[in-house]
């Protein structure tokens, strides 16, 4: 199946025909993050949108993850890149949700924000140079793994949604068994390079 998008916030964080399946808790500690400047820049595809990386100032060694999908949605980000012995993932959440103080007055229902709970999703990262080569986890194959074994990676199933509910170092040794598996990671996302950041660009804020 063709990736095609992420929409905006956590609440409508779907990939056209999929749910992606999401952990609670992140990939990474400090000490697995990379920085990696080739990832900074604007890339795009016609069927995968244009996806934007920007440095961070705070937290250090993550990027602003901007996304633009086909039909002109949005979404903001953040996302570190995750080193796990020799494999690279990126582990993506949202940098605002709905109904921040800029926005509260225009939304409707601005009580049901208190529901939203962050969370993160992942990728594996095959390539960077000279095109952008990820793939996500397929969230049927994940849902058949653990129905054969429950006890592969602790999770709860809410409304035909897998949430991880995993520690960090659980989620780690989960990820890494199956990292090669070409049925868990299948969804595949390549995108080529369209802008290059300017060598003189100022990292963004953190805030929005």
Not at 5 to 20: D, E, F, H, K, W
Request: proline content about 5%.
């Amino acid at each position: 199946m063709k990736t095609k998008t992420m929409l905006l916030y956590l609440s409508a964080c779907l990939v056209v025909g999929c749910v992606p399946v999401l952990s609670l808790h992140p990939l990474f500690t400090e000490k697995d993050t990379v920085f990696e400047e080739k990832l900074l820049g604007v890339w795009a595809d016609d069927s995968d949108g244009v996806w934007e990386f920007a440095k961070l100032e705070e937290p250090v060694k993550a990027y602003e993850f901007r996304l633009t999908d086909d039909e002109g949605r949005r979404g903001l980000f953040v996302a570190r890149l995750v080193k796990l012995k020799d494999k690279l993932f990126l582990d993506v959440m949202p940098k605002q949700f709905p109904c921040s103080e800029e926005d509260v007055e225009k939304t409707k229902f601005m009580y049901n924000s208190f529901f939203f709970v962050p969370a993160h999703m992942l990728l594996r990262v095959d390539s960077i140079e000279p095109k952008l080569a990820m793939r996500w986890a397929n969230v049927d194959k994940i849902q058949e793994l653990l129905e054969e074994d429950p006890n592969a990676v602790r999770h709860e199933v809410l409304e035909d949604t897998v949430v991880l509910t995993a520690s960090t170092k659980e989620l780690q040794r989960f990820v890494l068994k199956y990292s090669d598996d070409e049925e868990i990671f299948s969804s595949d996302v390549t995108l080529h390079r369209k802008k290059a950041p300017k060598p003189d660009e100022e990292p963004a804020s953190g805030q929005e």
